[in-house]
């Protein structure tokens, strides 16, 4: 995907007020906790629902997956070299080829009129519905990334289940009469956390140098690739499978020029693929991005991607100067439906008759093109991808919403303009009728959901395991640590007398929410929110004055809001990434604390916390200490839980979830890691959609979340309509 288009209202503290020499439960139970912190070196008929939100009330609350220790990623053997894969009989003649600037299928002139549709963005429930419709709107292709860090979560841990089931949705591709173009990087831009590239690339030391002919860099490549290529070759279009392309990298030109990097991800493609597949590029329709991301000589095919609404054919005019003779059907490999969307921004909107209109120039003069995107979906957990400006610090979060304004909704809804602008437009060009058109699916609303505070994070530290807490002198990454996505507890101490009040981080990535106890009579122990520091508006906290008989605890939780996936700030490690200085003082000796939550790709397993936010068991004490205080709104990172039952099965239908009210947090249905949601801050429209379509007991469920700005319960409503209203008159 091509990525160039370029006040919070806190609620009130609370705090304990025992005065008293006697430290708080909270400070005896940090102190607990720390205390065993060892020291590591490190460079039927009912179905109930149940909903965990993870939410810090109008301040960010983050929890999420912890990845144990990164093992050396150097290789035990050098990986073997790279084998032609076994050669297989042509099934039946089939052929897919280029000759004389067209595409042929067994022969025949072939018009690709595709669009992407991304099975990691779709639950697999949903894949066969969402390709009907794909079909529908009268596609014939299909095109998917395929993300390495979906399925290499951990170095040598590969996933290929569950929403990972990367050859299942292929074949189910190949059921419904879909040709595939299969786009498996290693890079994917695609709005996705660092371009589909695993976070654990950026713990390697020496630094890895991404998209280059790096050495290191390469063997990881090699070594993925050694496992993917093997499992899509039985279903290239010449053997009977759907894949009629596979795609180099993904516009490289507008990052590079790196020629050895290119040609070695060709040779590793064709050693495993063979020589018959057609391979190809994608990059902007410009000559410099052209000249940089092309690969003549390795008989690459160059295709184009440009802003809809640019004229398409002078830019296919520019494409063949890039191809050999006769090897040049015009394709713009991503047509663009709409745009995405950061979070603050409006939703990003294109006329449907406008687009519908650039998509005939192209058809009518038989052009291919895929629509990107045909289908959005939903960056579910933590995946989102990011984008910056000029600076780094200038950071553009992508929302958890992969909507993209496509002619199908993130929802699966086809009635819409776009769909029907874009429909009228492919049939005149379809050489057979177009399937009929499924009906939107039904959707129910649910009435209210009452969530209870059932913890506070400061309280659970001590359920953790200490072997998981690191300590070094200065803060490190969170990769460094092992902490691939979500949230890192960073916590240090100081002597009031000693420093100053003000407290800078210079480098933060991305959000960092600031608290400090002391077990004074002035605070009884509880941690005090004292502000946020964030990577694009970073800025000195002033620290209140606590008179402490002892040091003052420091607590600073930061969030991974989405690795950059785009541009030349790529390497974008998380956490605090410089010295913490405190009244211009360095402060050092520091402890790293993970909060488990698994991720989008990993089979739930549920830690002690996760047990208490669900059961919502928890010591009587804190149990009293969280009733006591349940009036009031806090700033402290806090656990809600609330449970639905719907009586019967066939009562189960596509619902929208409304966060009206709440602040910034996680979303987990079932155990589901549903992703971000954010309301408050950071928004310039009234409410926004965030699809969170979730599988659960044999049925889809299918909550939509909604931002508001009053308080009021999560409400599953039954259409877009009644956003904003009460759940009771829906």
Not at 55 to 72: D, E, K, M, Q, R
Not at 200 to 205: H, I, N, S, V
Not at 210 to 217: E, F, G, K, M, V
Not at 347 to 356: G, L
């Amino acid at each position: 995907m091509h990525s160039e288009r370029e006040s919070e209202s806190d609620g009130t503290t609370s705090t304990a007020t025992t005065r008293g020499p006697r430290e708080s439960t909270t400070t005896m139970t940090v102190k607990r906790a720390m205390a065993t912190m060892r020291r590591r070196s490190t460079a039927t008929t009912n179905t109930t629902l149940f909903l965990t939100v993870l939410i810090s009330l109008l301040a960010f609350l983050g929890f999420v997956p912890v990845f144990a220790p990164l093992p050396s990623l150097a290789f035990r053997n050098p990986p073997p070299p790279p084998h032609h894969r076994h050669r297989h009989n042509n099934v039946n003649g089939r052929k897919f080829e280029i000759e004389d600037d067209m595409f042929r299928k067994d022969g025949e002139p072939f018009q690709i009129i595709g669009g992407d549709l991304h099975y990691f963005r779709i639950l697999p429930q949903h894949w066969e519905d969402r390709l009907l419709r794909a079909k529908a709107l009268g596609l014939n292709t299909i095109q998917t990334y395929v993300p390495w860090n979906l399925h290499e979560p951990k170095p040598g841990k590969l996933v290929f289940s569950g929403i990972a089931d990367l050859v299942s949705f292929l074949k189910l591709c190949q059921k419904l009469d879909l040709l595939v173009m299969l786009r498996p990087g290693p890079y994917i831009c695609a709005e996705w956390d660092l371009g589909g590239f695993p976070a654990w690339l950026l713990a390697k030391k020496p630094a890895l140098k991404l998209r280059s002919s790096d050495r290191a860099y390469l063997q990881l490549v090699e070594r993925w690739w050694g496992v993917l290529l093997p499992k899509i070759a039985p279903l290239l279009y010449d053997i009977g499978g759907p894949i009629v392309m596979v795609q180099i990298e993904n516009e490289f030109g507008s990052y590079g020029d790196d020629k050895e990097y290119l040609h070695h991800l060709v040779t590793l493609a064709r050693a495993h693929l063979g020589k018959d597949i057609i391979l190809y590029t994608t990059d902007g329709g410009t000559r410099e991005t052209l000249m940089k991301g092309t690969n003549r000589g390795d008989a690459v095919f160059a295709a184009v991607d440009f802003s809809t609404g640019d004229e398409p054919w002078p830019i296919f005019k520019l494409q063949k100067q890039f191809n050999a003779p006769g090897k040049s059907p015009p394709l713009s490999s991503e047509f663009y439906t709409g745009w995405l969307t950061h979070w603050g921004e409006k939703i990003a909107k294109t006329d449907a008759d406008f687009t519908a209109s650039y998509l005939e120039k192209i058809l009518s003069q038989n052009g291919s093109a895929v629509l990107y995107m045909a289908h959005g979906g939903t960056n579910f957990g933590f995946y989102n991808g990011a984008n910056t400006g000029n600076t780094e610090s200038d950071y553009q979060p992508d929302l958890t919403s992969y909507d993209y304004d496509a002619p199908i909704k993130e929802s699966g809804d086809v009635d819409n303009p776009k769909f029907k602008a874009i429909r009228r437009v492919v049939e005149k060009f379809s050489p057979a009728s177009l399937p009929s058109v499924l009906p939107d699916n039904e959707k129910a609303g649910f009435g209210p959901i009452q969530l209870q505070k059932t913890a506070l994070l400061f309280d659970l530290l001590n359920m953790l395991d200490p072997a998981d807490v690191v300590e070094s002198e200065n803060p490190l990454s969170m990769e460094s640590v092992g902490q691939m996505f979500g949230f890192l507890l960073y916590v240090s101490e100081f002597g009031g007398k000693d420093y100053g009040s003000s407290l800078l981080i210079s480098k933060v990535h991305d959000r960092a929410q600031v608290f400090i106890s002391c077990p004074t009579e002035d605070n009884s122990g509880r941690p005090t929110y004292v502000g946020t520091i964030e990577r694009w508006s970073n800025r000195a906290l002033s620290l209140p004055n606590f008179r402490c008989g002892s040091n003052i605890s420091l607590f600073v939780l930061v969030e991974n809001m989405g690795r950059v996936n785009y541009g030349p700030y790529m390497f974008d490690e998380k956490g605090i990434l410089s010295s913490v200085y405190l009244g211009g003082k360095v402060l050092r000796g520091w402890k790293m604390i993970p909060v488990p939550f698994h991720n989008l790709n990993e089979v739930p397993k549920i830690s002690p916390i996760l047990e208490v936010a669900y059961s919502g068991l928890i010591k009587a004490s804190a149990r009293k200490k969280l009733e006591h205080n349940a009036g009031n709104i806090t700033k402290e990172p806090a656990f809600y839980v609330g449970r639905f039952s719907i009586d019967k099965v066939n009562q189960v239908k596509d619902t929208y979830l409304s966060f009206s009210g709440w602040g910034k947090g996680i979303a987990f249905v079932n155990e589901f890691n549903l992703g971000r949601f954010w309301p408050v801050k950071f928004f310039l429209i009234s409410y926004m959609q965030l699809s969170l379509i979730v599988y659960c007991y044999g049925v889809v469920i299918g909550p939509f979340a909604v931002f508001w700005t009053s308080m009021r319960p999560l409400c599953p409503c039954s259409n877009p309509s009644s956003w904003g209203k009460s759940c009771g008159h829906i």
